[in-house]
């Protein structure tokens, strides 16, 4: 806005709404936020500096100490970064903070990380499974919420995948590997690990490389209609020895009504009975069109995915 404009701006108000959020949580949801909101409100934006007001905000946490004020973290004490590196078969594992002097635990088996868990100091190399979760400690007592993340090992993670039509460039999920990268998706559609299609059908092929004894086949799939993603109506499983001729193996509907308000995600899994095969296709069937009852009636509907597990 230019300056003129400006001065139509009578005040700003920074709500809290309180129907997800029982009444011990509303301190740490407004604060420190509204000290972000009045230093916008009240300084002029030519003179701001985020180091010297992220100073002041430390020096004001006694403050609210003393006032009983429960505030939570001004950013995520913990986030769990993995990444598959394919060509070795393995994820590495970085834990990052979001604030100056905290130091992070961790466990592997899925336990919660108390005082005791390892510590951690560099990324961590990890050649199988796990359920990583970790916690930021300040002085010795835990701060902020828990960061938890999966990595799934299996045999597709590091082979070659192929799409027949592209998905959306908005939700790559880490580009084609992202459906065999051992990395899977949180309910959060935005995380970063969910692949879009926008109106399109998934057809994936995966090639293992080469004859593999086949157990189960597993396609992870999101829906959170709030958002206009739904579920596959149906996901269809076939192997191959050549790449050109695929034997159909089954398919697969779900029970999950579209109108179901939660987010949630479903697994496809397909059982193989041990067939030998080298290539693995998946085809999963979108809704398309956004259903007469929704907000979004006739608009393109999104499909996600985030792992096409081979057993």
């Known amino acids: 806005m230019t300056r003129d404009e400006e001065r139509h701006i009578l005040g700003g108000e920074c709500n809290m709404w309180t129907e997800r959020a029982p009444q011990e949580r509303v301190d740490g949801k407004v604060f420190p936020r509204i000290l972000a909101m009045c230093e916008v409100l009240w300084s002029d934006v030519q003179g701001r500096d985020y180091a010297e007001f992220n100073s002041r905000v430390e020096d004001h946490y006694a403050r609210l100490d003393y006032l009983g004020v429960e505030y939570g973290p001004a950013a995520r004490p913990v986030v769990i970064v993995p990444s598959c590196k394919g060509e070795t078969r393995s994820f590495e594992i970085v834990l990052e903070s979001g604030e100056q002097g905290l130091i992070i635990r961790y466990t592997l088996d899925g336990t919660e990380p108390t005082g005791d868990a390892p510590l951690y100091a560099h990324p961590l190399r990890l050649s199988g499974s796990a359920e990583i979760r970790a916690r930021a400690f300040r002085d010795g007592i835990p701060y902020g919420e828990e960061a938890r993340r999966k990595v799934r090992m299996h045999q597709a993670v590091g082979a070659a995948v192929s799409v027949a039509a592209p998905y959306s460039d908005k939700y790559p999920g880490g580009g084609k590997e992202a459906l065999i990268d051992g990395l899977t998706g949180s309910l959060n559609f935005g995380d970063g690990f969910w692949q879009g299609y926008l109106h399109d059908d998934l057809e994936a092929t995966i090639d293992l490389g080469a004859p593999r004894t086949i157990t189960t086949i597993t396609a992870r799939f999101l829906q959170n209609s709030n958002s206009w993603i739904f579920l596959p109506t149906e996901v269809e499983f076939s192997l191959s020895s050549d790449g050109s001729t695929f034997d159909p193996l089954t398919t697969l509907s779900h029970d999950v009504a579209q109108k179901n308000p939660d987010v949630?995600?479903?697994?496809?899994?397909?059982?193989?009975?041990?067939?030998?095969?080298?290539?693995?296709?998946?085809?999963?069937?979108?809704?398309?069109?956004?259903?007469?009852?929704?907000?979004?009636?006739?608009?393109?509907?999104?499909?996600?995915?985030?792992e096409i597990i081979v057993d």
């Open 264 to 306: 949630v995600i479903a697994d496809f899994p397909a059982q193989a009975d041990k067939k030998e095969a080298r290539f693995v296709r998946v085809r999963a069937r979108g809704v398309g069109i956004c259903p007469e009852w929704h907000p979004g009636a006739g608009q393109k509907a999104w499909l996600f995915v985030d």
